[in-house]
């Protein structure tokens, strides 16, 4: 019934040294590694990285470059000011980054020669600031967020009397107001621009075409690219000018024209990526086909330039595709995929199937030189990410990079594996289990059972800082992740089986880990607590009104109220399956509110303000509902955080907060 995968154990500490187990602490003196860039001559390697400073928490963003030969990384940047979004310059011999130095009021383009010592030169003077760049031919290609019909001088002094006035007010007449943590302005587009290295010239691309970049983005350069002769550019936008619900398609620009190309018109669902191939002959992008499903599986496309001809690649292959970096040769692709709990490097060709580089550990970031040469990053449930070359023949890895060395070299990490197990309908649901360092399958252990968000995400092979399975493991728990149904990198049907319903068949996945648990001689089932965020603190949420095995719960940015979650910047299933007033009978089947009044499991609550993708009152009256019922709870509540923890003080209460929380109600440690 179930199959146990070998134990991965990775050696990180060092006989000299007393190792501790990992703390919340420790996770804060690690440098956060970002994904390196090789230059196109395959020369230069260079990888941005950010450290917190002990004493006020704050973070410092360096870029570094690193020798193949295993000789320390060198700082390129000056200390005290951020940097990050390398890349190189069509030669090698100029790295290219975003900055705010000085007196910048927002991120510039800066430049930084590759031949020798030097001071980066500063390129950009957009008020606006400059951020996603590439680098074609003589051009650096760049996004900002600007005000349309005003010029530069302009916007300058629209952010001058923002600063002094003393007005706080945002007025909307139309969605989206707000993104994750900051609210949008409607008076403001972001738009691609491009400048030239020599004259500094500034020429906007995007800006007459009545289309705009998605007002919602992370940021980063991968909603555009430019055609390597620079005559045209590709770029994500939303197509559909009526009504709150998006239609991102890719269109297609000339440089110098005005109106763009609808390549994706016939697609009513989400097309995005797109991508130049190396000799310009070819546009590859990713096309979903449900609309309003986020999770829908990613398909290839890939776009003959000039005939217009699109060619379907790999529609049977049951994997989403993200990331894709072309081929030097222009016939293929390399891809870090989420592939079944593990995200896998991947060689996906214009003809035959995809080949599996990688297996076991996290990769992504990849980087491809012009000849051939890859890069990428690697993480582990037991290191943070590093720097690897990858050799696709052999298919083979080297790690190049010391960071964080020190640090592990004083730590006893305990010891992971996957197993799988019967869930819900009888369907094979993958598991990763993390052991405490020095666990003794005769002793019985607690168990802290971890539910990801999402939900059409998967907890895959990595190290991960807010929510690191290791840390609670070190506290003396046996801590678990379960990849439950609507995860993804299962395939398509596994992502999609939990809609609109999204909570039968996670919470039939969740009770059968822990009857899994249960049936082990090494887990003490008087002992189990169980939590998640997001999605996670949903379903945790679910817990609370449904049977379960748990003595207490950790509930992080629950959506608990599906009625009150329509004020966030995402509602759930209204584009797909309509507003709530027309599925009220499916909210009141799965919305965890209507079921407060049997909630008996004593709570930890917790939230931040600035959180706009589950909004904080869904905190405030979770925390009620138990309250006016008398069951022991706490609420936590951030003013200066998101969705997520992310300040180096705030993270380390968070984790102490859930330690001593979860310790009230089962003890740590083996017996």
Same mark, same amino acid.
């Given at each position: 019934?179930?199959?146990?995968?070998?134990?991965?154990?990775?050696?990180?500490?060092?006989?000299?040294?007393?190792?501790?187990?990992?703390?919340?602490?420790?996770?804060?003196?690690?440098?956060?590694?970002?994904?390196?860039?090789?230059?196109?001559?395959?020369?230069?390697?260079?990888?941005?990285?950010? @450290?917190?400073?002990?004493?006020?928490?704050?973070?410092?963003?360096?870029?570094?470059?690193?020798?193949?030969?295993?000789?320390?990384?060198?700082?390129?940047?000056?200390?005290?000011?951020?940097?990050?979004?390398?890349?190189?310059?069509?030669?090698?011999?100029?790295?290219?980054?975003?900055?705010?130095?000085?007196?910048?009021?927002?991120?510039?383009?800066?430049?930084?020669?590759?031949?020798?010592?030097?001071?980066?030169?500063?390129?950009?003077?957009?008020?606006?600031?400059?951020?996603?760049?590439?680098?074609?031919?003589?051009?650096?290609?760049?996004?900002?967020?600007?005000?349309?019909?005003?010029?530069?001088?302009?916007?300058?002094?629209?952010?001058?009397?923002?600063?002094?006035?003393?007005?706080?007010?945002?007025?909307?007449?139309?969605?989206?107001?707000?993104?994750?943590?900051?609210?949008?302005?409607? +008076?403001?587009?972001?738009?691609?621009?491009?400048?030239?290295?020599?004259?500094?010239?500034?020429?906007?691309?995007?800006?007459?075409?009545?289309?705009?970049?998605?007002?919602?983005?992370?940021?980063?350069?991968?909603?555009?690219?430019?055609?390597?002769?620079?005559? +045209?550019?590709?770029?994500? +936008?939303?197509?559909?000018?009526?009504?709150?619900?998006?239609?991102?398609?890719?269109?297609?620009?000339?440089?110098?024209?005005?109106?763009?190309?609808?390549?994706?018109?016939?697609?009513?669902?989400?097309?995005?990526?797109?991508?130049?191939?190396?000799?310009?002959?070819?546009?590859?992008?990713?096309?979903?086909?449900?609309?309003?499903?986020?999770?829908?599986?990613?398909?290839?496309?890939?776009?003959?330039?000039?005939?217009?001809?699109?060619?379907?690649?790999?529609?049977?292959?049951?994997?989403?595709?993200?990331?894709?970096?072309?081929?030097?040769?222009?016939?293929?692709?390399?891809?870090?995929?989420?592939?079944?709990?593990?995200?896998?490097?991947?060689?996906?060709?214009?003809?035959?199937?995809?080949?599996?580089?990688?297996?076991?550990?996290?990769?992504?970031?990849?980087?491809?030189?012009?000849?051939?040469?890859?890069?990428?990053?690697?993480?582990?449930?037991?290191?943070?990410? @590093?720097?690897?070359?990858?050799?696709?023949?052999?298919?083979?890895?080297? @790690?190049?990079?010391?960071?964080?060395?020190?640090?592990?070299?004083?730590?006893?990490?305990?010891?992971?594996?996957?197993?799988?197990?019967?869930?819900?309908?009888?369907?094979?649901?993958?598991?990763?289990?993390?052991?405490?360092?020095?666990?003794?399958?005769?002793?019985?252990?607690?168990?802290?059972?971890?539910?990801?968000?999402?939900?059409?995400?998967?907890?895959?092979?990595?190290?991960?800082?807010?929510?690191?399975?290791?840390?609670?493991?070190?506290?003396?728990?046996?801590?678990?992740?379960?990849?439950?149904?609507?995860?993804?990198?299962?395939?398509?049907?596994?992502?999609?089986?939990?809609?609109?319903?999204?909570?039968?068949?996670?919470?039939?996945?969740?009770?059968?880990?822990?009857?899994?648990?249960?049936?082990?001689?090494?887990?003490?089932?008087?002992?189990?607590?169980?939590?998640?965020?997001?999605?996670?603190?949903?379903?945790?949420?679910?817990?609370?009104?449904?049977?379960?095995?748990?003595?207490?719960l950790v509930i992080h940015a629950a959506v608990y109220n599906l009625y009150s979650q329509n004020s966030a910047d995402f509602a759930v299933h209204e584009q797909r399956f309509g507003p709530y007033?027309?599925?009220?009978?499916?909210?009141?089947?799965?919305?965890?509110?209507?079921?407060?009044?049997?909630?008996?499991?004593?709570?930890?609550?917790?939230?931040?303000?600035?959180?706009?993708?589950?909004?904080?009152?869904?905190?405030?009256?979770?925390?009620? +509902?138990?309250?006016?019922?008398?069951?022991?709870?706490?609420?936590?509540?951030?003013?200066?955080?998101?969705?997520?923890?992310?300040?180096?003080?705030?993270?380390?209460?968070?984790?102490?907060?859930?330690?001593?929380?979860?310790?009230?109600?089962?003890?740590?440690?083996?017996?």
């Open positions: 019934m179930f199959r146990a995968l070998s134990f991965l154990t990775i050696l990180v500490g060092s006989l000299s040294t007393v190792a501790e187990p990992l703390s919340a602490e420790a996770l804060w003196r690690m440098d956060r590694v970002g994904a390196p860039v090789i230059s196109p001559n395959g020369e230069h390697i260079v990888v941005g990285v950010t @450290r917190y400073a002990e004493e006020d928490g704050a973070p410092e963003s360096r870029l570094y470059l690193l020798n193949e030969d295993g000789e320390p990384a060198r700082a390129l940047t000056m200390s005290g000011a951020s940097a990050s979004s390398a890349v190189f310059s069509p030669d090698s011999s100029t790295l290219a980054f975003v900055s705010k130095r000085d007196k910048d009021e927002a991120g510039q383009v800066y430049l930084l020669p590759m031949s020798g010592p030097g001071e980066a030169q500063k390129l950009t003077d957009i008020p606006t600031g400059a951020g996603g760049i590439r680098w074609r031919g003589d051009h650096i290609y760049f996004i900002s967020n600007v005000w349309p019909g005003k010029s530069f001088e302009e916007m300058a002094t629209a952010l001058g009397e923002k600063k002094e006035s003393r007005v706080s007010a945002h007025v909307w007449n139309a969605m989206p107001y707000s993104f994750w943590d900051h609210w949008l302005d409607e +008076a403001r587009e972001r738009h691609v621009f491009r400048i030239h290295v020599d004259n500094q010239s500034v020429e906007a691309l995007t800006l007459g075409t009545g289309l705009q970049l998605s007002r919602g983005s992370m940021g980063g350069n991968g909603e555009y690219d430019v055609r390597p002769d620079g005559s +045209a550019i590709a770029f994500v +936008a939303n197509s559909r000018t009526e009504g709150i619900y998006p239609n991102n398609d890719v269109f297609l620009l000339s440089i110098g024209g005005d109106s763009a190309v609808n390549l994706t018109s016939d697609n009513p669902a989400s097309d995005s990526q797109p991508r130049f191939s190396p000799n310009g002959e070819k546009l590859a992008y990713v096309s979903q086909r449900i609309e309003g499903f986020y999770g829908d599986t990613a398909r290839l496309r890939v776009r003959d330039v000039d005939s217009g001809k699109v060619t379907k690649l790999h529609e049977d292959w049951d994997r989403a595709l993200s990331g894709l970096v072309w081929l030097p040769r222009s016939n293929g692709f390399l891809a870090a995929i989420d592939d079944a709990g593990t995200r896998r490097i991947y060689s996906i060709p214009l003809r035959g199937k995809p080949t599996l580089i990688t297996d076991a550990t996290n990769y992504d970031g990849v980087s491809v030189a012009a000849n051939g040469k890859v890069v990428a990053r690697n993480q582990s449930f037991l290191y943070p990410p @590093r720097v690897v070359t990858v050799d696709t023949r052999r298919k083979s890895v080297t @790690r190049i990079d010391t960071f964080n060395d020190d640090v592990l070299a004083e730590i006893d990490m305990g010891t992971y594996e996957s197993v799988t197990y019967k869930g819900a309908d009888g369907a094979d649901i993958q598991m990763w289990i993390n052991y405490p360092p020095g666990f003794d399958k005769s002793k019985e252990y607690p168990l802290f059972l971890l539910i990801h968000g999402g939900p059409h995400g998967a907890i895959t092979d990595s190290f991960h800082f807010r929510w690191n399975a290791q840390a609670f493991s070190a506290w003396g728990y046996v801590t678990a992740w379960p990849n439950f149904h609507g995860s993804s990198g299962f395939g398509q049907d596994f992502t999609d089986a939990i809609n609109p319903d999204w909570a039968t068949k996670p919470y039939a996945d969740v009770m059968a880990a822990a009857e899994w648990f249960n049936s082990k001689s090494w887990i003490d089932s008087s002992r189990t607590v169980a939590g998640g965020g997001s999605y996670g603190g949903y379903l945790s949420s679910v817990l609370l009104g449904r049977e379960h095995p748990f003595n207490s007033w027309e599925r009220d009978e499916m909210v009141r089947a799965i919305s965890p509110h209507y079921e407060a009044g049997k909630f008996r499991t004593p709570s930890l609550i917790i939230h931040g303000q600035k959180d706009l993708r589950v909004p904080v009152g869904q905190a405030f009256e979770l925390f009620r +509902a138990l309250q006016l019922q008398g069951i022991d709870s706490q609420l936590i509540y951030y003013p200066d955080e998101n969705h997520w923890i992310l300040k180096r003080d705030n993270s380390i209460h968070w984790y102490t907060s859930v330690r001593d929380w979860i310790a009230k109600y089962a003890a740590p440690g083996a017996n």
